[in-house]
Nanobody, 124 residues
Framework: QVQLVESGGGSVQAGESLRLSCVVS????????MGWFRQAPGKERQFVAG????????KYADSVRGRFTISRDNTKTTSYLQMNSLNPEDTAEYTC?????????????????WGQGVQVTVSS
């Protein structure tokens, strides 16, 4: 079955950067749209960024546009989320998701496959 495994989370100071990785196995990675979501304590999971299966279309939440960059490397079956200029409001559990030929919809239900999540904590 399809498995997604994230890495790269951690604790940083405001203004610093982190890069999250999501390795996908058990499926045809080039057919997957990849997405990143986050969930802060007491809040709903929200869409952060998505990249379509070709890599030619990217979408971002308004709150991260210009600071975060999503990418993919089909040779490594991996999606990345480069997060720059982090601030305390970015503190959350970050989870990657995949959807075969997905259309980068922000709704959680549109993404069938999910990782376990990694914690990102940004202190001021």
């Amino acid at each position: 079955q399809v498995q997604l495994v994230e890495s790269g989370g951690g604790s940083v100071q405001a203004g610093e950067s982190l890069r999250l990785s999501c390795v996908v196995s058990g499926g045809r990675f080039p057919t997957f749209a990849m997405g990143w979501f986050r969930q802060a304590p007491g809040k709903e999971r929200q869409f952060v960024a998505g990249i379509n299966f070709t890599g030619g279309v990217k979408k971002y939440a308004d709150s991260v546009r210009g600071r975060f960059t999503i990418s993919r490397d089909n040779t490594k079956t991996t999606s990345y989320l480069q997060m720059n200029s982090l601030n305390p409001e970015d503190t959350a559990e970050y989870t990657c998701a995949a959807a075969r030929f997905g259309k980068l919809e922000p709704e959680v239900a549109a993404w069938p496959y999910w990782g376990q999540g990694v914690q990102v904590t940004v202190s001021s």
